[in-house]
């Protein structure tokens, strides 16, 4: 059971004011060493911001940083951790690669007395990592979900776009999907295809779901990329006036496909939030000996981007009060 954080401030969130910092090892003139980043893929918009956003906290806190990614291979994920621990870093903050595989890796670089912290996406155990921090995908769903089913005018056909399957997050954000869409039983699923958080295989994807159901009024998908793709081939069909679309991430791309029209609304992940939090704690973590929380997995809810609010967002996965 994931427990809430304390809202934190996500506008001019000290992190992001350093996001611009590259990749490679800064320069550190306390000696307190080096904390690991490791992300999933750094071509994501989302990703690349998560990364970028823990890289300046690290560096703000006097510390080294690297930065990496493992493109959700789980042999890939294993050699970067082999490297931090070759390297003593003193911390690794991890976007695992998935729930269940990504669980040797944590706990390889535990008994090497390194600490892990994990955020964005939770391992399926408990007491390896020092702490486990994410979006409120479950509520965050639900947002979206009811976003979408009020402009679907709570019928139609629809299709699908779901993350891959070793990523928790795609499961709970299609369940919470699916939990409000079956009050509206006239609202019909009539495609479903996993497509990797990617938006050109998205864009595959569903251009096959289009052939198949020409008629389909709506998609959901459980990422902005997926959806963009989406976006792409429903454009290409000559559909997109008349299908609603639903992503999520909070993604400067779908905030302006929300302010064209062509999305109904974004769930926004509070990603300056997720770092703030994991950065802090690892720090106090190296320096204390403890993270200063009580529980190992936490979470911050989301909000989400309409047409209504979509003026209130004023950065990268930030939205004023």
Not at 92 to 106: F, H, K, Q, T
Not at 146 to 172: H, Q, S
């Amino acid at each position: 059971m994931f427990r809430k954080v304390a809202t934190l401030t996500i506008i001019g969130a000290t992190v992001f004011a350093l996001a611009g910092c590259s990749a490679t090892p800064a320069a550190d003139e306390s000696g307190k060493g080096t904390i690991a980043v490791i992300a999933v893929d750094l071509a994501s918009p989302y990703e690349r911001v998560l990364a970028d956003a823990a890289e300046a906290a690290i560096i703000e806190a006097g510390y080294e940083a690297t930065v990496n990614a493992h493109e959700l291979d789980p042999d890939r994920e294993n050699q970067l951790i082999d490297a931090a621990i070759s390297t003593k870093v003193k911390a690794i903050i991890l976007d695992p690669a998935g729930a269940d595989v990504s669980v040797a890796a944590v706990q390889k670089a535990t008994d090497a007395g390194i600490p892990v912290f994990i955020l964005n996406a939770e391992i399926s155990e408990q007491g390896i990592a020092k702490s486990q921090i994410v979006s409120n995908n479950a509520q965050g769903a639900l947002l979206g979900a009811e976003a979408w089913a009020e402009a679907m005018g709570g019928a139609g056909t629809y299709v699908e776009l779901i993350g891959p399957a070793t990523d928790n997050n795609a499961k709970v954000r299609s369940d919470g999907y699916a939990s409000v869409i079956s009050g509206y039983p006239d609202l019909v699923k009539v495609g479903a295809e996993t497509a990797n958080w990617l938006r050109g295989l998205a864009k595959e994807k569903m251009e096959g779901m289009i052939a198949a159901n020409p008629d389909i009024t709506g998609v959901i998908a459980g990422n902005d990329e997926m959806a963009l793709g989406a976006i792409e081939a429903l454009t290409q069909a000559g559909m997109i006036d008349r299908v609603k679309v639903l992503a999520f991430d909070g993604s400067v791309d779908a905030v302006e496909a929300v302010r064209s029209g062509t999305l109904v609304a974004t769930v926004l992940q509070p990603v300056l939030g997720v770092v703030d939090a994991t950065v802090a704690q690892a720090v106090s973590y190296i320096e204390t000996g403890e993270t200063g929380v009580d529980d190992e997995k936490q979470s911050i809810d989301c909000l989400i981007i309409t047409p209504e609010n979509e003026a209130k967002y004023v950065s990268a996965f930030t939205l004023e009060p």
